[in-house]
Nanobody, 125 residues
Framework: QVQLVESGGGAVQAGGSLRLACAASGSAFSGYSMGWFRQAPGKEREFVAAIVWSGGLIDYADSVKGRFTISRDNAKNTMYLQMNSLKPEDTAVYYC??????????????????WGQGTQVTVSS
């Protein structure tokens, strides 16, 4: 079982930047895809970005394309989300997830088997 811990959330003004990190531990990390989802108050959790084990396949939600960048450092068992040009509508709790099995990739919530506790991102106008 993989344990995930997010960090890097906070409060920023519109146009600002934040970098989220997701550290994985507790089980073999090799081969697993990872992703970021977010949940705003009163809304369902939604896909933000995903990255395959090798980093060679990446997807973004249309709402964050060109502003957010997902990356991972497998040597450090850590995934990142660089968020630039933040907007008030980016305000949410951000969760990182790891895929159910090795060497599979998807962008649906059901494709992920373990989740972190979440980190709050608040963007003010």
């Amino acid at each position: 079982q993989v344990q995930l811990v997010e960090s890097g959330g906070g409060a920023v003004q519109a146009g600002g930047s934040l970098r989220l990190a997701c550290a994985a531990s507790g089980s073999a990390f090799s081969g697993y895809s990872m992703g970021w989802f977010r949940q705003a108050p009163g809304k369902e959790r939604e896909f933000v970005a995903a990255i395959v084990w090798s980093g060679g396949l990446i997807d973004y939600a249309d709402s964050v394309k060109g502003r957010f960048t997902i990356s991972r450092d497998n040597a450090k068992n850590t995934m990142y989300l660089q968020m630039n040009s933040l907007k008030p509508e980016d305000t949410a709790v951000y969760y990182c997830g790891v895929s159910h099995r090795r060497y599979v990739y998807g962008t649906r919530e059901a494709d992920f088997g373990s989740w972190g506790q979440g980190t709050q991102v608040t963007v003010s106008s």
